[in-house]
Structure formats: C-alpha cells, structure tokens
C-alpha cells in the first residue's frame, strides 16, 4: 500500500518561504512514476505545481516556476516543495500525489495540509 504524507506550518508570513515535505511509504521516490505537488486555493480547482520524476529531473508549473523547487532526500524516501515569496493568494490546501507520468492522473494522493499566509 503507497502511502503518502504531507508536512510543514500551516501558517506562513507573508514574504517568506513555504516549505512542505512529502513523506513516502510502500515505493520507493526512485521507482518509475512521478511524484508531485498540487494545491487547491479555496472555491478554487486544483492546480498542479510541479512533479520530480523517479529520474530527479523537476519540471514546474510556468505560472509558479520563477518561485518553486522541488528537490528529494532519497535515502529518506521524501520529496520537499519550496515556495518563495509568498502573498495571501498561495493560501491553499497542498497536496503530494504519485502519477504515472506526465500530465495523467495521480493514484495515490496524500491527505493533504492547510497552508494560510497570513501576517
């Protein structure tokens, strides 16, 4: 069973960095499949950030590339996004997901976390 957890502050200053780490249990972050992050703003759909491949390559959202990094600790099995500069409108709940590929539809999907930026 692929499981998959995500934590970090649920609460973010305005202007700083949020940081989520993925935690993986049941696969390994090297196997063949994507692993990814997405968010859901509230009243908002969900919106895909970026993915880092078994391969360690990142590709990112181009709406939130200039701010975003995606980065793993393989010997931990967790994948870690960061997000820089961050205003009220990246308040949302954060998701890690598994996909096969590119642009499909993840599997395996973590509970998810709240994050507010608020001051």
């Known amino acids: 069973q692929v499981q998959l957890q995500e934590s970090g502050p649920g609460l973010v200053n305005p202007s700083q960095t949020l940081s989520l780490l993925c935690s993986v249990s049941g696969d390994s972050i090297t196997a063949n499949y994507y692993w990814s992050w997405f968010r859901q703003p509230p009243g908002k759909g969900l919106e895909w950030i970026g993915d880092?491949?078994?391969?360690?390559?990142?590709y990112y959202s181009p709406s939130l590339e200039s701010r975003t990094s995606i980065s793993r600790d393989t010997d931990k099995n967790q994948f870690t996004l960061r997000l820089r500069s961050v205003t009220p409108e990246d308040t949302a709940v954060y998701y890690c997901?598994?996909?096969?590929?590119?642009?499909?539809?993840?599997?395996?999907w973590g509970q998810g976390t709240q994050v507010t930026v608020s001051s």
């Open positions: 880092i491949p078994y391969t360690g390559s990142t």
């Open positions: 997901a598994r996909r096969a590929a590119a642009g499909w539809a993840a599997d395996y």
